[in-house]
Every structure is written in C-alpha cells, then in structure tokens.
C-alpha cells in the first residue's frame, strides 16, 4: 500500500532552495536528478499570482 503525498508546505514556510526545486519541500534536503517533480503550484505573493515548481525527494515524508 503506497500513501498519498503528504500536501506541499505554503511557499511562505519554505527557502529560497525549496521554493526553486532546489531542494526537498518536505524536509529540505538537497535534490539530484532523481527528484519527484510535484507539479506547478499557484501561490499568492505580494498581490500576485505566480507559479512554482516544487520537487520532493524519494524518502517517505510521515
Ligand atoms: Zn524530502
């Protein structure tokens, strides 16, 4: 039985390494090529809706 993704952090919560795909938005590690690309997320910011592309590693996030 494999579990849904635990839901992407608001973009407000994370790094500058995170919010690029730089890094893990669950738990902040450094991503290489084998990174799970999330999708594109709308977030508010500053008035404005921009997009962003979270990326997660392949450690199970509780
Ligand atoms: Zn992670």
Redesign the pocket.
Known sequence: MSQPPPPVPPIGSLSAAQVRGAA??????TLGPDAIDLGERQAGRAGERVAWYPR??R?P?P
């Not at 893990?24 to 590690?29: A, D, E, K, R």
């Open positions: 893990c938005v669950h738990c902040g590690i997660a590693c450690i996030h």
